[in-house]
């Protein structure tokens, strides 16, 4: 059953695309306006959400402060935590997202429209100029997701977190907002096909501001957000830690 509902899902998300993604591309062109992409987008997760029978609970969203820009940084343990992220944050966002994913097609143009920035992590100059242009983003008010670990966590533990995108928040001095998904993995592991129902969870935790300066604001802005997700996993009993050595450079319940 879950191989079946997976890919009825797939099927549904990918005709939706063909046929929606062209009509807000065209709008976004004309208006100069993202709000049709992303309230098209929301629509196809919460429809997509209510046929796999995925729930989302969320707690702390008041400390999204009304008319603040973030940078929120979550865990990243399934397919579905970006989808999670877009159903529960009510601003437009732009993202850092991996070179790779600009492959995808007609999606990718979508991506490219709403100013996702990609990230080539084998090309560090290519890396450093799309951490600048988020950076500028940043500053011109706009808010970001991004998965600090980089890539999904294949046995639900914390990975190390990469330090570029809190190089980008102390440059654009936008706060750092961090955010615990749980259960994602449940729904969808990593490397999985089929999609089980189940209930999500996503907590919001006080955000850290980025006024510090200094040769190890950096460092600690990464053991702050890392300490306050690793907190709320802790409390699921999920290790928060890998064996790696060091760290690198709303609604009470709806479907998403």
């Known amino acids: 059953m879950a191989v079946v509902r997976a890919t009825l899902v797939y099927v549904f998300i990918a005709l939706y695309i ?15 306006d993202t709000t049709f992409i992303y309230g098209a987008a929301r629509l ?11 729930k989302v609970i969320v707690r702390g969203r008041e400390k999204v402060m009304p008319g ?7 865990n990243h343990q399934g397919n579905f935590d970006g989808p999670v992220l877009l159903h529960v944050l009510a601003c437009d966002f732009r993202a850092l997202i991996k070179k790779e994913m600009m492959r995808i097609p007609v999606l990718s143009l979508v991506m490219r429209q709403v100013q996702f920035v990609p990230i080539d992590r084998s090309n560090p100059i290519q890396a450093r100029a799309g951490l600048e242009h988020g950076a500028r983003l940043l500053r011109q008010g706009y808010s970001f997701i991004a998965f600090p670990e980089g890539t999904r966590s294949r046995d639900g533990r914390l990975r190390p977190f ?10 654009a001095g936008t706060p750092i907002l961090p955010i615990t998904i749980l259960n994602t993995r449940t729904i969808q592991p990593p490397g999985a096909y089929g999609i089980s129902p189940g209930t999500v969870e996503v907590i919001f935790h006080d955000a850290i501001p980025t006024t510090s300066r200094g040769s190890g604001a950096r460092n600690q802005l990464v053991e702050r957000t890392r300490a306050a997700i690793a907190g709320a996993l802790e409390n699921q009993h999920v290790p928060p830690a890998c064996d790696e050595a060091s760290i690198e450079a709303g609604r009470s319940a709806s479907s998403p």
């Open 18 to 32: 063909l046929i929606v993604a062209p009509i807000g591309m065209a709008w976004t062109f004309f208006s100069r």
């Open 68 to 74: 603040q820009n973030y940078v929120f940084l979550s």
């Open 44 to 54: 196809c997760v919460r429809m997509a959400g209510w046929m796999c029978r995925v």
């Open 162 to 171: 990469k330090k570029g995108v809190f190089l980008m928040a102390l440059r």
